[in-house]
């Protein structure tokens, strides 16, 4: 009888906990959640639209309106609504940081009109049907939104190194510099602002999410924040892919965070130890401060990559 009753009694408790977070889930009624946009001045032209996924950057120049990535799905129409309360001139181009689905798949409810333009590897990524299986942030895969809308919202334009778009004010300057988050991240520069959207490769204070199905790289992502702090000269602001902005000072910190973990990896690895014996004896160093803690499932994808990587570097 006693066990019958302990039995009940975690039955309800477990049920009145899905209750409460179907709830949360929902608003009243019922009714999916409302989708809230939260917008963040930066300048009189430029904007970090924040909620439903990655950050959203809404550069307004002269002729039309810049977006820098689209949230998850469903996040599209949000974005252009509150783009509408900020100016009344179109939407003409929209960038893709990376290819993951909280940064695209808002793609398919902007309209057909507007250019779409990706790192090519990116958009490779985005048309071969990968769904990438380590990505926490990554919870629908873009490939069956733009599946389930006929190749709407897939990039018209790519870019290898560097493209510039428009001129003078409203130049805007795209570079690649190399494997880390994905095999495509896309660095956003308005230089009359002197002010970068780096997307995920740097997506915070945090131990970063490699997508080695997507060419993320343990063994060069600090390289290639190096060579982005190195080209990046007049930058006093950067974007982060989900957090707030931070300043060249932070990303050089994340650059020498980055390395010490592979470098922590490849030591443990040469001294005999496993990838679980170093998923789970790593501790994130003090010195980082500010630093969110290390998610577990998180912390040995990355373990593991680097482990195997540190044979040996490819580019």
Known sequence: MKRNIVLGVLLGVASLSLVVAAQQQAGRGGQPAPKVVEVEKLKDNLFVLKGGGGNTAVFITASGVVVVDAKNPGWGQPILDKIKE???KPVTTLINTHT????????????ATVDIIVQ?????NMVKMIPNSTAADQTIPPQ???QANNGRGLPKRTFKDKMTLFKGPDEIDLFYFGRGHTNGDAWVLFPALRIVHAGDIFSGKNLPLLDANNGGS???IGESLQKGYDALKNVDTIITGHSTQMTMADL????????EFFNDVVAAKKAGKSVDDIAASWKQPAKYSGYAPADANRLKNNVKLAYTESGGKSN
Do not use: Q
């Open 218 to 220: 343990a063994a060069l």
């Open 86 to 88: 900020l100016t009344n």
């Open 120 to 124: 090519e590897n990116t958009k490779t």
């Open 144 to 146: 069956t939104i733009f």
């Open 252 to 259: 050089k910190e994340y650059i020498a965070f980055n390395r």
């Open 100 to 111: 993951h689905g909280d940064h695209v798949s808002g793609n398919v409810e902007f309209p």
